[in-house]
């Protein structure tokens, strides 16, 4: 088994394959044909490992035949960390490849590397921590799990697995469209701004502003239908039927969950999406001394998590089961904040099963 750590930047990627003993560095840059030139020669070490009559004979016969080069291929782990949208050249092409391509988030590294008390701070020490990472939790947990099925794909919560090209079509239009957004609030407070001026002074700018806003609202427009039709063509209708069937979650959350999650094929439970998202509580105690409220965590999504807490707001009022779950907790005494974070926790819960296992939405549930 060989451990793979794929360190990645901008433009350049510094790997170390790992067998657990001793490490081989290499540096390739970031593209399709940098990540074929890595796999390559990481088929090259592996093929190497056995040096002796019996070594060359074994790797005849895992050349042999389709099954078993998918056996070969499952013995390397190719780990890397997720890094906005840096990772996906390498990530796309190793699954298109057929290998093992696993994505970890970054923070999990960071702690590992504080538990080894990891000093150095380089993209080759990074890229040795990381294939370090995958040896002893990825190998060691997938061998455990998925020992009775010899060259199939290992069973792992980091293993990557892209969306479709609708969902990630969906994904970027609705980051676009946060994007015009945030350009819209930028120029409407440029003319308040300016209104403090008088109006000979400023009359011209605020016109500009203005202009630019009604383009905005017309791209937003524009790039509503073009989701709107997109999942209206193809098998995410019933699904986004049955997401804002639910009360309380409107269009661009139903969409925005196909755009980021599709069918939810990548996570066993809602409490994985709820992590992702960062909706999930942190809790703070330590003997009798600390003892504080559990927050939202925070590490996630900011994106996802902004419009569940929008939506919990509408369905604190017409969401049956949210609306006694806010009740609930406001006779504790929880502040508005805590409440309607649980009942964004307790929207996701049900789209989740709505998608996840193709249910209908019932408000007697």
Known sequence: MLSIGIDISKKKVDVAVYNGTDYVFR?????????????????????????????????????????????AKSELYFVMEATGTYHLTYANTLHEKEYNAYVINPLIIKRYGEEKLRRAKTDKADAK??????????????????????????????????????????????????QLYV?????????????????????????????LN???????????????????????????????????????TGSALIGYFDTFDNFENAKQIAAYIGLNPGVKQSGKSVKKKGK????????????????????SRFNTQCKALSERLSLKGKDKHQIFTAVGHKLLRQAFAVVKYERVYDPTY
Do not use: C
């Open 27 to 71: 540096t390739y840059e970031n593209s399709v044909k940098g990540a074929k030139e890595m796999i390559k020669e990481v088929k090259k070490m592996k093929s190497n490992e056995g040096s002796g009559k019996e070594g060359k004979s074994r790797i005849k016969k895992q050349e042999s035949g389709d099954r078993k080069q998918k056996e």
């Open 129 to 178: 921590l990381i294939a370090e990472f995958g040896y002893h939790n990825i190998i060691n947990t997938v061998s455990n799990v998925d020992s009775g099925s010899p060259g199939s794909l290992p069973v792992s919560p980091y293993l990557f697995k892209p969306n479709s090209k609708t969902s990630i079509k969906i994904k970027l239009m609705l980051r676009a469209i946060d």
């Open 183 to 211: 350009l819209k609030n930028r120029n409407t407070n440029h003319m308040e701004a300016l209104k403090q001026y008088k109006k000979g002074y400023s009359k011209e700018p605020i016109e500009i502003f203005k202009s």
């Open 214 to 252: 009604k383009g905005i609202d017309e791209k937003i427009k524009k790039l509503e239908k073009e989701i709107k039709k997109l999942i209206m063509n193809t098998e995410y209708k019933e699904i986004y039927k049955r997401v804002t069937s639910i009360p309380g979650i409107g269009k661009r």
């Open 296 to 315: 939202i965590s925070r590490i996630g999504n900011s994106y996802l998590r902004k419009l569940f807490y929008m939506d919990a707001l509408s369905a």
